[in-house]
């Protein structure tokens, strides 16, 4: 499986623009820039939509594992939060928190502990990133 998208970039890192376009159309000229990304204008950057494929990997695959266990969630809420911080001249993407909230009718805290400690090591965003990982996990009544 191949999924695309695709950059495309005028004028400098500070003051140029930049749109962002993806293969099935959800994102379609998405506005980007320094001031999406360091400031709060309107318009995306790669570390929210890093921390929205995170979160919704590791959702997913935490789905599956509870269904493999015999289990239907009824609700996984998943936060991730990418933090962007410098480095040298430039920056690094140096952690992703996972915030997890969850329902899931007769699942044990230890049952549910163990499966997303591992949704979160091996989910496959999880997996290429190099960068610290934490994950706050909480089955709710």
Same mark, same amino acid.
């Given at each position: 499986?191949?999924?695309?998208?695709?950059?495309?970039?005028?004028? @400098?890192?500070?003051?140029?623009?930049?749109?962002? @376009?993806?293969?099935?159309?959800?994102?379609?000229?998405? &506005?980007?820039?320094?001031?999406?990304?360091?400031?709060?204008? &309107?318009?995306?950057?790669?570390?929210?939509?890093?921390?929205?494929?995170?979160?919704?990997?590791?959702t997913?695959?935490?789905?599956?594992?509870?269904?493999?266990?015999?289990?239907? &969630?009824?609700?996984?809420? @998943?936060?991730?939060?990418?933090?962007?911080?410098?480095?040298?001249a430039?920056?690094?993407?140096?952690?992703?928190?996972?915030?997890?909230?969850?329902?899931?009718?007769?699942?044990?805290?230890?049952?549910?502990?163990?499966l997303?400690?591992?949704?979160?090591?091996?989910? &496959?965003?999880?997996?290429?990133?190099?960068?610290?990982?934490?994950l706050?996990?909480?089955?709710?009544?």
């Amino acid at each position: 499986m191949i999924r695309k998208a695709s950059a495309v970039w005028q004028g @400098t890192g500070r003051d140029g623009t930049g749109a962002l @376009t993806s293969q099935s159309g959800v994102l379609k000229d998405t &506005p980007y820039s320094f001031k999406t990304r360091f400031e709060d204008s &309107p318009g995306t950057n790669p570390e929210e939509l890093l921390a929205a494929a995170h979160a919704g990997c590791f959702t997913m695959a935490l789905a599956f594992a509870i269904q493999r266990e015999g289990f239907t &969630p009824q609700e996984l809420s @998943t936060e991730a939060a990418v933090s962007l911080d410098p480095d040298g001249a430039g920056f690094k993407i140096t952690k992703s928190a996972l915030t997890l909230r969850a329902k899931v009718p007769g699942l044990s805290e230890a049952k549910f502990k163990e499966l997303a400690e591992a949704a979160e090591k091996t989910c &496959p965003v999880s997996r290429v990133l190099n960068a610290e990982i934490t994950l706050d996990a909480l089955l709710e009544d």
